[in-house]
């Protein structure tokens, strides 16, 4: 059955019901390969290609469950002339921009959603602009096709990212406004820039936060998410007087591909998992942590074996598929890379992932998943429906190349209760 809670996730498989996702458009244009890399890419994306695969993507959603595009949702708020100003008030802060408010404020609603996510272009109406190498007064946010991070679903409530680079940070000044605004959600977020105890740097992204069962946190810690950040978690957690478990898993800082703990495992099925065995089950230097909170006291702090087996203790024993086989570290590393760990499940054992991951799939369908192809499923000639497990596969010759797999590109905002 469903349920009436505008948020809802108490699991990472339980049936979709709503996710928000974001089309990539134009912002993912406006980049050069001299700003490449500030912009957190390695590449330059074609971007008629990578709609054409998005599209697959977000047809199969669109079949299973209630689909948000955050620009509509950012248009419906920015109608309410106050909200309008809060949120323009707060993105002048954070980047310093000024000049232009008038400009912004003469838009329609629309207009303005486009401009805060594509960028508004530099008038060069001084010597300061005019010598300036910058294009953008308001940086492009070229990476808010991955929905993921600036804002994080975890039971009833939404936790607001608190990202770990400034050229994100308009992701989650947009995400907090929609979730506080919009007439669909209008809930209570918790937002770790407002906590005035919080002790730097503290980040926290949503690609390294796995809600594994109601009482059960996965929270990758590296690059991306700090473990201030985690502390964050832990002091909201305090304030629920049931116990709870986090499990902690650190992260290499590099290659960059593993960013967070989602490149390298998920959750497939109540007792399925994708793991990258180099870092998930071999011995190595990253440590798997567990943190138990019971009546808002933290009462252990004790490092385990691996994600696996700390999982295992608590009643989840889960089946490891391996990213790449487990024959080859070279094909292991390659389909790590191109995000082959990185699987989002719309229901329990029924997930979607990129094909040209060809070793992943293939142990894939030796666990017993089908596999289907995303165009089957949006023109109708297959349904997930009628299988128990299956994988269905998205063209991604140009996605992955921005550096995430499906789950980075979705953030679920309801599931059924498993």
């Known amino acids: 059955m469903g349920n009436n809670k505008k948020v809802n996730i108490k699991s990472e498989i339980g049936k979709l019901e709503a996710v928000i996702l974001h089309k990539p458009g134009k912002e993912v244009e406006n980049m050069t390969p001299e700003n490449a890399e500030r912009a957190l890419y390695s590449d330059i994306l074609n971007l008629d290609v990578a709609q054409k695969e998005y599209e697959q993507f977000a047809g199969v959603l669109n079949k299973v469950a209630h689909t948000y595009e955050v620009k509509d949702l950012l248009s419906e708020i920015l109608k309410s002339d106050t909200v309008r100003k809060e949120v323009l008030d707060n993105i002048f802060a954070n980047e310093y921009m000024y000049k232009e408010n008038k400009f912004l404020y003469s838009l329609t609603n629309g207009e303005l959603a486009t401009q805060l996510i594509e960028g508004v272009k530099m008038k060069k109406d001084n010597l300061t602009k005019y010598l300036s190498d910058e294009r953008y007064s308001l940086r492009p946010l070229h990476n808010f096709f991955f929905t993921r991070d600036a804002s994080i679903s975890v039971l009833d409530k939404v936790l607001i990212g608190k990202m770990a680079n400034k050229v ?22 918790v937002n770790p820039i407002n906590c005035k105890e919080c002790e730097s740097p503290y980040t926290i992204e949503g690609g390294d936060i796995l809600v594994a069962r109601e009482d059960i946190l996965l929270i990758g810690v590296g690059g991306r998410t700090s473990s201030q950040g985690v502390d964050f978690i832990i ?5 629920k007087k049931k116990s709870r478990h986090l499990i902690i898993q650190e992260l290499p800082l590099s290659p960059e591909s593993f960013i967070h703990l989602d490149m390298v495992f998920t959750l497939l099925d109540n007792d399925k998992c994708m793991v990258y065995e180099p870092l ?9 942590v567990h943190i138990t909170i019971d009546n808002g006291i933290v009462k252990s702090i004790k490092t385990e074996n691996n994600l696996i087996d700390s999982l295992k203790k608590l009643g989840m024993d889960l089946k490891p598929i391996f990213c790449g086989g487990n024959k080859d570290l070279w094909i292991q590393e390659r389909e790590q890379w191109h995000s082959g760990a990185n699987f989002f499940a719309f229901a329990p054992g029924k997930v979607i992932g990129y094909g040209r991951n060809v070793h992943t799939i293939e142990e894939m369908s030796k666990n017993g998943f089908d596999v289907l192809k995303a165009q089957d499923v949006v023109s109708g000639k297959l349904n997930p429906n009628d299988y128990k497990s299956c994988v269905v596969t998205i063209d991604g010759a140009e996605l992955p190349r921005g550096g995430g797999g499906a789950r980075c590109m979705t953030m679920p905002v309801r599931r059924v209760d498993l």
């Open 235 to 239: 002091n909201c957690f305090k304030e």
């Open 280 to 288: 998930i089950m071999q011995q190595n230097r990253y440590q798997t």
């Open 168 to 189: 994100r940070d308009r992701e989650a000044l947009i995400m907090d406004s929609i979730f506080k605004y919009h007439k669909d959600f209008g809930v209570e977020t």
